[in-house]
């Protein structure tokens, strides 16, 4: 299966990175980052992707890609830095950023770049299968960081979630189906993704994150992600008490930006 494939994939990346940056070293680096942020906020952490998602409406989390296992290659031309101000111009309430070299075709410069260009929150869209990247996270500029319960232990997402707590990074915990969901809020979610396209076989169904909001209580952040393509996709999500999506393709293949997130909300809009 493909995502058993992207995890061996990550766990290898891991140990070479581990070997040109210790362990210790990069817990350090992340440790004297959140230190600063602390001080700066006068002892505490705002959590600012979380925040940014509790908007009076739906909010978008618009994601910079260039490739996927399922498309391949989406954006021969990518001026990663001009796609991100784009977002932020359009009024994307965060930016996700795709790290993964192999399948993705994602860089880790691509996230450091943007988190230091932009003023929104950035997610860094990886497959996290240990700690060390949570660390890495916060070393590279990013403000949450993504826990797929798929890959996933109990303990390892309760333990990412307290790591990422610690350094003041947000977890946007992806589940894909009711006993996913309980996993995840049994491990303290505070935000809540339903990916609409199975990671198994790819398939994708929007309806998928309808289905299971009815299995997340009102008070943690609930993100429907993949799939979603049209203004009446975005309605019915709306309608289903969804307060935030994460949008990829749909948005990398448009030439105008803006004009296609005007158009998801509900606003005339024409996607160039």
Do not use: W
Request: with cysteine; proline share 2%.
């Amino acid at each position: 299966m493909i995502l058993d494939e992207i995890a061996k994939s990550a766990k290898r990346r891991v140990e070479a990175e581990k070997k040109r940056i210790s362990c210790r070293e990069m817990k350090v680096l992340a440790g004297k980052k959140a230190e600063a942020e602390q001080e700066g906020a006068k002892g505490g952490f705002d959590f600012p992707f979380e925040k940014a998602l509790r908007g009076e409406d739906i909010s978008f989390i618009c994601e910079v890609k260039k490739a996927s296992p399922s498309k391949g290659v989406i954006a021969e031309h990518f001026p990663y830095l001009e796609i991100a101000k784009e977002y932020e111009q359009a009024g994307a309430a965060a930016i996700s950023c795709l790290t993964e070299p192999e399948y993705f075709l994602g860089q880790d410069r691509y996230l450091e770049e943007i988190a230091g260009r932009v003023k929104i929150p950035v997610l860094r869209k990886d497959f996290t299968v240990d700690s060390y990247q949570i660390y890495e996270a916060k070393v590279l500029g990013a403000d949450a960081v993504l826990l797929i319960c798929a890959i996933l232990s109990e303990e390892q997402i309760r333990e990412s979630i307290r790591i990422a707590d610690s350094l003041g990074l947000s977890a946007l915990v992806e589940a894909h189906d009711e006993q996913e969901i309980v996993k995840a809020l049994s491990c303290g979610a505070r935000i809540l993704g339903v990916n609409n396209r199975n990671l198994k076989d790819f398939t994708v169904h929007v309806e998928n994150s309808l289905e299971l909001r009815r299995y997340v209580p009102g008070d943690i952040l609930f993100v429907a992600e993949s799939g979603i393509r049209t203004a009446e996709d975005i309605e019915k999500l709306r309608q289903g008490n969804v307060q935030a999506v994460l949008i990829g393709e749909t948005l990398m293949r448009c030439r105008d930006k803006k004009a296609m997130l005007e158009e998801l909300r509900g606003k005339k809009g024409f996607c160039g």
